[in-house]
């Protein structure tokens, strides 16, 4: 199972950096509050926004990956934050943002899933170099099957990273909540690995 998450990992942190090459970085303003970084963006700061782009853009992914060919991922994340860009100003509580750009990227995601082919378990899905193994593609199988209360929270902390307080901080979630997230859908994520892929729907289609 380690094995299966070290390789998705490095799959996901591939996508991850052409997506923030084509943003562009700028140095963010780490010592500012989130509220800081919102009020200032609503008043025309394009350096506050890069700085909520630093610390977002790890859970923004999360959500993408959860509902989408993960080569498409860094094109609808770029979409979400071209997006709060253009809606930031209508946010009445600066708090609210975390779980205002979390819902923001679901809504992207699911359109972008609708207009597109379900994710599928194929490696040429997975446009990175070197190509990704059968056990990344499994393991991000395995999250897409479980249940959505636990596949974002698995894959912000799998995936990207993320320790529990991190994942509180930048969804809105309780601590708590993270917590119980993360042990239960561990659990069930365990069990699909350990019992074998399940197959795909072209090999189910083809029974």
């Known amino acids: ?7 998705l990992a490095a799959v996901a942190s591939a996508l991850e950096a052409g997506a923030a090459h084509a943003q562009g970085r700028a140095v963010p303003a780490r010592e500012a509050t989130v509220d800081e970084l919102v009020i200032a963006v609503q008043g025309g700061s394009r350096g506050a926004f890069t700085g909520l782009y630093e610390r977002f853009h ?10 989408v060919p993960a080569g498409d991922a860094g094109d609808v994340v770029q979409e979400v934050f071209a997006e709060a860009w253009q809606r930031v100003s209508t946010l009445r509580e600066p708090a609210a943002f975390p779980g205002w750009i979390v819902t923001l990227a679901r809504h ?12 599928v378990d194929d490696p040429a899905d997975l446009a990175v170099s070197p190509p990704p193994t059968s056990e990344a593609v499994a393991a991000l199988r395995a ?6 209360t636990y596949r974002e929270t698995l894959l912000m902390r799998l995936v990207e ?6 994942i509180a ?4 979630m309780t601590p708590k909540s993270v917590r119980v997230h993360l042990h239960r859908g561990m659990k069930l994520l365990r ?11 072209g090999e189910r289609g083809a029974r």
């Not at 199972?1 to 390789?7: C, D, K, T, V």
């Not at 999250?143 to 959505?148: D, K, M, S």
């Not at 990273?161 to 991190?166: I, K, N, V, W």
């Not at 901080?169 to 809105?172: C, D, K, L, V």
């Open 169 to 172: 901080a930048r969804t809105g």
């Open 161 to 166: 990273g993320l320790t529990g307080p991190e």
């Open 108 to 119: 992207r995601a699911v359109d972008h899933a609708r207009r597109r082919r379900p994710p």
């Open 58 to 67: 790890r859970v923004v992914h999360a959500v993408v990956l959860a509902r």
């Open 191 to 201: 069990k699909r690995l350990e019992a074998g892929p399940a197959p795909t729907r």
């Open 143 to 148: 999250i897409r099957a479980l249940p959505e």
């Open 1 to 7: 199972m380690r094995s299966a998450l070290a390789a």
